[in-house]
């Protein structure tokens, strides 16, 4: 069964621009989240997404956006960047967290730098 | 509020001797914990998780926590430190009815020297 997908890799934008970030999970599951990482802030629960409804959301400004299609993808989205938001943003995907027991599988993640 | 603390930020070892990491948590509720792993570059691995049964409990490569409820405590052991054990450990909790939240503590590296 293939992993957690994410694309791009690597990204490199400058202030003001807009970035989309994409995240395919493992098939059959149903739960999309998003983490930032970052060297001083270590990693942060951004959002999470089931069934295409966002069920959680961390402490980020509205910059910070996503959504989930039909098919459980999930993209992210970061409006008028600046250079705080560079960081690695990781995916992960569950069957169903809403119990907090199933683990979550993360995909390698996309790093962002903000120029 | 929630939170969970990874007590040394660094951790060396030599090869062959025990990994002890340390972990404390706070919370109201029954919480779920975790460990991950993350070597360079890579993504986060999952160790193991503790799900209220066995308040010891087992993972991969060798490694293994005990759930202390008195002490809020679930610290990462391994009897035999390999070299490529080096990576950063993350203690995770996570609680019932929210969701995909996972509270990641700040980490701890950890290094084994030959």
């Known amino acids: 069964k293939a992993g957690v997908t994410q694309t791009p890799r690597y990204l490199i934008k400058t202030r003001g621009q807009q970035v989309t970030l994409s995240c395919s999970p493992i098939s059959g599951h149903r739960s999309v989240s998003w983490y930032q990482q970052t060297p001083g802030q270590g990693l942060q629960f951004l959002f999470e997404?089931?069934?295409?409804?966002?069920?959680n959301k961390g402490n980020f400004p509205g910059r910070f956006s996503g959504r989930q299609f039909s098919n459980s993808r999930s993209e992210m989205n970061v409006s008028t960047l600046e250079l705080g938001d560079s960081a690695l943003y990781l995916c992960?995907?569950?069957?169903?967290?809403?119990?907090?027991?199933?683990?979550?599988?993360f995909g390698p993640g996309t790093r962002l730098t903000v120029l | 509020a929630q939170s969970v603390t990874q007590l040394d930020s660094h951790v060396s070892v030599s090869e062959g001797t025990p990994v002890l990491l340390r972990c404390n948590y706070s919370s109201s509720y029954s919480p779920s914990l975790f460990w991950y792993v993350q070597h360079p570059n890579k993504g986060l691995q999952l160790l193991l998780k503790y799900t209220s049964a066995a308040t010891l409990v087992k993972g991969i490569n060798g490694f293994e926590a005990e759930f202390k409820k008195s002490e809020t405590s679930f610290h990462l052991t391994k009897p035999s430190a390999h070299m490529s054990d080096a990576a950063e450990y993350f203690c995770v909790v996570s609680f019932y009815n929210q969701g995909g939240k996972l509270i990641f503590g700040q980490g701890t590296e950890l290094s084994v020297k030959p």
């Open positions: 997404y089931f069934s295409e409804t966002q069920r």
């Open positions: 992960a995907s569950s069957l169903d967290s809403i119990s907090g027991y199933n683990e979550q599988f």
